[in-house]
C-alpha cells in the first residue's frame, strides 16, 4: 500500500462577468464565487475532497479527468502566474499524507466584488 501521495495541480482563475472562476486543469474541477480569495479556497477544498474520496474508495484510476484543451490553451498563454504552492493534508478516513503542488495562472485579472 502507498504510503504517501503527491500531485501537482494547475488552476486556472479568472474573471467572468461579476465572478471569479477557477478550474483544476488535471481534475476538471471547476467552482465560482464573488470573490477571488474565496474561489482560491474553495478550488483546493473540492481538491481535497475529490483526492480524499478517491483514496478512501481505492478508486485513483479514477481520479484524473483533463479539463477540455481550450482551458489548457488558455492556462498556456496566462501572462500572470502565481509561484506554485505546496499544500498538505490527510486523507479522510485513510491516515494517508497528501501532499499536492498548486501552480494559479490568472486570466483577465481585475478587482474583486464581495
Partial sequence: MKKEWKFNFR????????????????????TESLCLEEVERDI???IKRQVSYCI??????NLFRSAPKEIWDE?????VKEKPLI??????KRPIP????????FSNQTACYA
Fill in 98 to 105: 497528501v501532499s499536492f503542488v498548486t501552480s494559479n495562472c
Fill in 56 to 61: 478512501a474508495n481505492n478508486n485513483m484510476e
Fill in 11 to 30: 488552476i486556472l482563475i479568472k474573471k467572468q462577468e461579476d465572478l471569479w472562476v477557477a478550474h483544476c486543469l488535471e481534475l476538471d474541477l471547476v
Fill in 75 to 79: 492556462f498556456k498563454t496566462c501572462k
Fill in 44 to 46: 483546493v477544498a473540492i
Fill in 87 to 92: 499544500r498538505e493534508f490527510i486523507a479522510s
